[in-house]
């Protein structure tokens, strides 16, 4: 069971930056992958970023250079800092935790989505 309360989408222009931020409560795994993922209309969701409990990173190619994923352990937080923001960009921007069980069980959690603009 987790719960997770995003924050920090808005609107911005080209070039902007935004940071988003994601806090999850319940039971966060030692073995856990945290992310963000988006989905723009008419479009499927798709992964942005994630961070491994051991820090390891991924990357969409389209963001790679202008995001940055991090997490904060000690309050099951994670952050994406978004800068050089393409109307691209433009989507509804989720946070994921998956618990590991197991090397190959697991359990996902998202949250509601935080909507990301970029527009002049």
């Known amino acids: 069971q987790v719960q997770l309360v995003e924050s920090g989408g808005g609107l911005v222009q080209p070039g902007g930056s935004l940071r988003l931020s994601c806090a999850a409560s319940?039971?966060?795994?030692?073995?856990?992958?945290m992310g963000w993922y988006r989905q723009a209309p008419g479009k499927q969701r798709e992964l942005v970023a994630t961070?491994?409990?051991?820090?390891?990173?991924n990357y969409a190619d389209s963001v790679k250079g202008r995001f940055t994923i991090s997490r904060a352990n000690a309050k099951n937080a994670v952050y994406l800092q978004m800068n050089s923001l393409k109307p691209e960009d433009t989507a509804v921007y989720y946070c994921?935790?998956?618990?590991?069980?197991?090397?190959?069980?697991?359990?996902?959690?998202w949250g509601q989505g935080t909507q990301v603009t970029v527009s002049s």
């Open positions: 994921n935790v998956r618990n590991r069980a197991s090397t190959w069980r697991f359990q996902d959690y």
């Open positions: 319940g039971s966060i795994f030692s073995d856990n992958t």
């Open positions: 961070i491994t409990s051991g820090e390891s990173t």
